[in-house]
């Protein structure tokens, strides 16, 4: 059986881990169900969040296919591990009832240890494109440079995280060989995203490494020959966290890193707009971005850092479709624009984009009779039509059951 990819198609929190877990769920009653779900790059930088039954989880470096039983999480040999956050994300799972042992979460020995040298290191130099401080870059750099610390050599050395990591260590992209070869499937889950990739993205606003689909080759062992579907995740209310370009980008980002009123409390709540500035939302594209943020939570889910949010963008999806070829769309949080007249990006350049004439507006998701939106449907419609790939997904909410799957 073959491999599929998740991969997001903008900058990050597109919503993968929920379309990981709708592929997983979809296929247990399959004849062949997912086998593993196996993460190919990225760090602890990740935030995704899986709503099921009401519970919210919260992943870092685990892939969310933990949540089922008889699947096998795997974190690959391109990604990077922070060992004592890993334990502790082992130890947050298994008090919230979730199996994790080694017959179920492995770790690539090839996989490289973030050191506490890197993410001091990271403090300083990540500040110039205000990456995560997780010490993601300067780990890879250091495996570049044939310095870095496997997780082989992590579980070598004596300590209490060596002690309790070492069972989970194993040779994942052979697991992964094998798994093909018995005919069972499996599903790779990109960290990040296509304009964050370190070639593919806005250099030097990028991440450290490769976030399009092919590293699921290189950073799981997937045989490029195996893969059969490429499922291209955007959210419709794009976002980005921290420096560089975003050309649908709604209001200044000058603007909003100054501003208090978009920090999140101690505990974790937003300020509630005024009544003038909420009259404002769908006029001024500042205080739609701040409606919007409040709406659809987006603040970094680990850095709590307000994202910057834009319009749909077709150009840079199609792109995107194109570097991933991707062979399906899934479409994220849909219900966040509910109400506010929609403005999309059909041409220009990155630096003086066009906007369509066609302003989409639907006021809820779904009609009475379960069909979607006269107005949403056409704006999928035409989003398909413009990246050339069948949307196969819509989501909109966060959890398992706020999907429509479009077969
Ligand atoms: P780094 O991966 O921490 O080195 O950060 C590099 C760039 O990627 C910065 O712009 C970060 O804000 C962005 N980034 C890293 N991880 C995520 C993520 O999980 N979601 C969104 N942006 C991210
Ligand atoms: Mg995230």
Partial sequence: MPAHVVVGLHYGDEGKGKIVDHYVARMRDEETPCRIVGRYNGGSNAGHTVKVNGVTYKFNQIPSGILHPKVISVIGCGTV????????EIERLKSAGIEVSPENLRVSYRAHVITPECIEEDRVSGSRIETTRK??????????????????DFCRANSN??????????????????????????????????????????????????????????????????????????????SRVGEGPFPTEMGDYGRMKKDPLELLDEDGRYWEMTPEEKALVGKDDYQTARFLRRRGM???????????????????????????????????KVDVFNGIPVKVRIGGSDESPEYSERVYRWDSIIDGSRDLHDELAEFLDDLQNFVGTNVSIVSYGPSREETIPIY
């Fill in 161 to 238: 995280e060596a002690e309790l990591l070492k069972p989970y260590v194993a040779d994942a992209e052979d697991l992964v060989i094998e798994t093909l070869e018995a005919g069972d499937f499996v599903l790779a889950e990109g960290a990040q995203a296509t304009f964050l990739d370190i070639d593919f993205g806005n250099y030097p606003f990028v991440t450290s490494s490769h976030a399009v689909a092919g590293g699921a080759c290189v950073g799981l062992g997937i045989p490029p020959t195996e893969i059969r579907e490429i499922i291209g995740v955007a959210k419709i209310c794009m």
């Fill in 135 to 152: 010490g993601i870059g300067p780990t890879y750099a250091r495996k570049a440079n044939r310095t870095g610390m496997r997780m082989e």
């Fill in 81 to 88: 591990v922070n060992p004592s956050e890993l334990v502790q």
């Fill in 298 to 332: 987006e603040w970094g889910t680990m850095t709590r850092r307000p994202r910057r949010l834009g319009w749909p963008d077709l150009v840079l999806t199609r792109k995107a479709a194109r570097i991933n070829g991707i062979t399906q769309l899934a479409i994220t």
